[in-house]
Nanobody, 123 residues
């Protein structure tokens, strides 16, 4: 079936940076689209970013505004989401997920999800 394990979340202050990791097991990440989503308490899951299997394509949610950068280390079978200039509005649980096709934004179609990593940004 395969699994994803997110890490790298934490409690930071406004303007700080974090790098989230998404480690794959049982699935080779560079054969799938890897998406990142976030969900704040009481809100729907929101698309943040995605990278294609080839790595040639990336796509970011509107709220990102150039602050996040995707990357992947195929030797480690791990994808990364570098987040900079964080604000309290970025406080949420962040998830990574896999899908077969390059349709990055819709939640539907992602068939493997990690358990999430918490990001908290304070003033």
């Amino acid at each position: 079936q395969g699994q994803l394990l997110e890490s790298g979340g934490g409690s930071v202050q406004i303007g700080d940076s974090l790098r989230l990791s998404c480690a794959g097991s049982g699935r080779t990440l560079n054969t799938y689209t890897v998406g990142w989503f976030r969900q704040a308490p009481g809100k729907e899951r929101e698309f943040a970013a995605a990278i294609s299997g080839s790595g040639d394509f990336t796509y970011y949610g509107d709220f990102v505004k150039g602050r996040f950068t995707l990357s992947r280390d195929d030797a480690k079978n791990t994808a990364y989401l570098q987040m900079t200039n964080l604000t309290p509005e970025d406080t949420a649980t962040y998830f990574c997920a896999l899908r077969e096709s390059w349709r990055p934004a819709p939640v539907t179609g992602y068939f493997i999800w990690g358990q999430g990593t918490q990001v908290s940004v304070s003033f």
